[in-house]
């Protein structure tokens, strides 16, 4: 039976401080820190190991990764990241106070931006602070104005098919770990959830989610660790 884990980051400083982060690279907490190494201690307690590991650009992510490898005793093993991985972009909302932004468009209006599956939230304006132009993670990227959860998934499904399938049918035990929206769309496409149900689903920081797959990849369960 072929081995996939998806691990959200721990929590960010972004998180604590309940701000839309986005693609904006912000690092863990010490809570987040705990989460992720804590992560790695219960996957080796299960007697989960892996062959290969796939997760985003961002350094939540890979800090997240890396810190459950070393409690693994898995540091050494290979590791590929992607933009594709990353966190939905969250537009003109990056580093916005989830509170603040309620308070003055209303919880309505911030319920559709975050939660909707096809409505983006407002593009980032021109010269915003968190303009990713410059950075030379996405040197030749269309970098987004900001993407709903519709959009996520259309950059995240071909990775997963081009990337992580491959491997898995290959018989590799595989680890991905990134983001709560970009791991939404892993488990909406592998758990056939409905547009109206997974804008409802979450997924919690630094826990483990253990998918049972048979060898057609097709889900017959997930659980947490």
Do not use: C
């Not at 399938?165 to 769309?185: C, Q, T």
């Amino acid at each position: 039976m072929p081995t996939l884990v998806l691990l959200r980051h721990g929590q960010s400083a972004w998180n604590l401080e309940n701000r839309f982060t986005g693609w904006w690279d912000v690092n863990l907490t010490d809570k987040g820190i705990a989460e992720a190494t804590a992560a790695g201690t219960a996957m080796a307690a299960a007697g989960l190991d892996f062959d290969i590991a796939f997760t985003s650009v961002q350094t939540r992510a890979i800090r997240t990764l890396n810190l459950a490898l070393e409690a693994m005793d898995r540091l050494w093993l290979p590791v590929t990241k992607n933009w594709q991985l990353n966190e939905r972009h969250y537009g003109g909302l990056t580093g916005l106070d989830k509170a603040e932004t309620a308070a003055e468009h209303g919880d309505d209006q911030v319920r559709i931006w975050r939660r909707s599956f096809d409505v983006p939230p407002p593009p980032l304006a021109p010269g915003s602070p968190y303009d990713l132009s410059a950075d030379r993670r996405y040197a030749g990227i269309a970098i987004p104005a900001a993407e709903s959860l519709k959009d996520t998934i259309a950059r995240v499904l071909p990775y997963w098919e081009g990337a992580i399938v491959p491997e898995l049918r290959a018989g590799k035990r595989v680890i991905v770990a990134a983001h709560g929206n970009s791991l939404r769309a892993l488990v909406k496409h592998l758990s056939g959830i409905s547009d109206a149900d997974i804008v409802s689903e979450e997924i919690p920081t630094g826990r483990p989610m253990v998918y049972d797959l048979a060898d057609d990849l097709t889900a017959i369960g997930r659980r947490y660790l």
